[in-house]
């Protein structure tokens, strides 16, 4: 089964500066995909970014990108110009890929880091 | 709406009630999950439906949870007889289907208090 870590349940950002968000997860497929989360005071998960395994290129959306490092097998999100509406619980999850033998898609979701941002 | 709709937003109930939790996917998404989020935790997963059926079913955590999906569309999640540990906010969503990388949509959830 997969795993996915959050190892930082919360973080804190001045507003205009840049914070990094880890996330590690564990599996032994090969075809996967990764997500980011955002889940605002509202309560409604938003999808920030996406990472298919088998892309070198690292996502980018706007402010938000990701550190994909596949072989240590870690997907942080980073928020460049960090903004008061940036202040949520963020989501890392992972899914197995269309062509994973044997995986499971639904995806795995890490704990959550709960960023603060301060003006 | 375009998005994912959740009824009720909140529930407070008693002890031993039973409850329903209504999801109304996005029109068109075959794949409808449900998660529990308790207070401070990640998301846990409940069961999700392909079309009407509902091939995974080993997240829900006693025989009081059931779930139901009819006409490919609205699922309704219905615990019985309720108890404090079913507090938490659950959460819905859809997907294209299953067998893709399309992210999931979700719902602003129904938050559940138990007295």
């Known amino acids: 089964a997969q795993t996915v870590t959050q190892s930082q349940p919360e973080m804190s950002v001045q507003e205009a500066e840049t914070v990094t968000l880890s996330c590690t997860y564990d599996t032994s497929e090969s075809d996967y995909y990764l997500f980011w989360y955002k889940q605002p005071p509202s309560r409604q998960m938003i999808l920030v970014i996406r990472?298919?395994?088998?892309?070198?290129q690292n996502a980018t959306e706007n402010r938000f990108s990701v550190n994909f490092q596949k072989a240590a097998k870690s997907f942080s999100l980073k928020i460049s110009d960090s903004q008061l509406g940036d202040a949520a619980m963020y989501f890392c999850a992972y899914r197995s890929g269309l062509h994973a033998s044997g995986g499971s898609y639904i995806p795995t979701f890490g704990r959550g880091t709960s960023l603060i941002v301060h003006p | 709406g375009a998005g994912v709709s959740q009824s009720p937003s909140n529930k407070v109930t008693e002890k031993g009630k039973d409850v329903e939790l209504r999801c109304d996917p996005i029109s068109g998404h075959t794949a409808l999950y449900w998660y529990r989020q308790s207070l401070g935790q990640g998301l846990e997963f409940l069961i999700y439906?392909?079309?009407?059926?509902?091939?995974?079913k080993s997240g829900l955590p006693s025989d009081r949870f059931s779930a139901e999906r009819t006409g490919g569309s609205v699922s309704t999640l219905t615990i019985q007889r309720t108890q404090q540990e079913d507090s938490a906010v659950y959460l819905c969503?859809?997907?294209?289907?299953?067998?893709?990388?399309?992210?999931?949509?979700f719902g602003d959830g129904t938050r559940l208090s138990i007295l």
């Open positions: 439906f392909q079309g009407n059926s509902a091939p995974d």
């Open positions: 969503a859809s997907s294209a289907d299953t067998n893709s990388n399309q992210p999931q949509h």
């Open positions: 990472q298919e395994a088998y892309k070198q």
